[in-house]
T-cell receptor, first 115, second 111 residues
Framework: AAGVIQSPRHLIKEKRETATLKCYPIPRHDTVYWYQQGPGQDPQFLISFYEKMQSDKGSIPDRFSAQQFSDYHSELNMSSLELGDSALYFC??????????????FGPGTRLTVL | QKEVEQDPGPLSVPEGAIVSLNCTYSNSAFQYFMWYRQYSRKGPELLMYTYSSGNKEDGRFTAQVDKSSKYISLFIRDSQPSDSATYLCAMSRGGYNKLIFGAGTRLAVHP
């Protein structure tokens, strides 16, 4: 079965550079979530999109922006990178059925290292 | 104080042991309670979810939710070395809402 695809899997950047992370949800899934997991930390919610509209926002820095495109893939853009942005970034997708449980399927993550 | 508290362990048990993993939470609005398993350098994988209070069993795994105490548990019976992973509890207000994770408990099952 198709899973969530994230690219790149690994990314190394210098401080103050920009990075773009991509997420391709499971086919027919309409909702995408982004989470950040620092070393030894629990995943922290950043932002989510439903049908290409932002549906919720968490602790996402102003330096970060994201969007969901017409084909439902999503991109997380990160500018002015800081050392503290080094983390594993997960994308999850779900098929939204309001009123019931929607399992979030996680991708393998993108490991970002900022030097 | 974090909304979800989970003992990070590590927890080391012999093969065949019963494992008990727990989380407490402070937000009474949480309605959905999940347990995820995460292997090293991989994304979290859903093990089980429970809606509101009660028990749910799936093979060797049993999830319990006590909303009155704001306490959830995951029991693993007849633990296997392949169960060695980090177990994350997660909660949400609705079935489609963002997940709030615990810190994760690192479990090692040795032969």
């Amino acid at each position: 079965a198709a899973g969530v695809i994230q690219s790149p899997r690994h990314l190394i950047k210098e401080k103050r550079e920009t990075a773009t992370l991509k997420c391709y949800p499971i086919p027919r899934h309409d909702t995408v979530y982004w989470y950040q997991q620092g070393p030894g930390q629990d995943p922290q919610f950043l932002i989510s999109f439903y049908e290409k509209m932002q549906s919720d926002k968490g602790s996402i820095p102003d330096r970060f922006s994201a969007q969901q495109f017409s084909d439902y893939h999503s991109e997380l853009n990160m500018s002015s990178l800081e050392l503290g942005d080094s983390a594993l970034y997960f994308c999850a997708s779900s098929l939204n059925s309001r009123g019931s449980y929607n399992e979030q399927f996680f991708g393998p993550g993108t490991r970002l290292t900022v030097l | 104080q974090k909304e979800v508290e989970q003992d990070p362990g590590p927890l080391s048990v012999p093969e065949g042991a019963i494992v008990s993993l727990n989380c407490t939470y402070s937000n009474s609005a949480f309605q959905y309670f999940m347990w995820y398993r995460q292997y090293s350098r991989k994304g979290p994988e859903l093990l089980m979810y429970t809606y509101s209070s009660g028990n749910k069993e799936d093979g060797r795994f049993t999830a319990q939710v006590d909303k009155s105490s704001k306490y959830i548990s995951l029991f693993i019976r007849d633990s296997q070395p392949s169960d060695s992973a980090t177990y994350l509890c997660a909660m949400s207000r609705g079935g489609y809402n963002k997940l709030i994770f615990g810190a994760g408990t690192r479990l090692a099952v040795h032969p």
